[in-house]
């Protein structure tokens, strides 16, 4: 099992990778309002869903809020 720094490490970069991806495209990045009013695009959703991936892979009893 990875350490915490380096599976926050390796997390962080595997969402960094994603949504660089992003940014070839980002006038056309779809958005929708969260509870609280503030804007999300699908760059932050698929961003949120792969660091999750990236954690509960490793950590699959542990608890995540995004």
């Not at 960094?16 to 760059?43: V, Y």
């Not at 698929?46 to 995004?66: K, N, Q, S």
């Amino acid at each position: 099992m990875p350490d915490d720094l380096d599976l926050a490490l390796r997390a962080a970069l595997a969402g960094a990778e994603l949504g660089l991806r992003h940014f070839a495209r980002l006038r056309d990045l779809s958005q929708r309002q969260k509870a609280d009013g503030s804007p999300a695009t699908e760059a932050d959703l698929a961003v949120e869903e792969e660091v999750r991936r990236t954690l509960l892979a490793a950590r699959p009893a542990d608890a995540f809020l995004g």
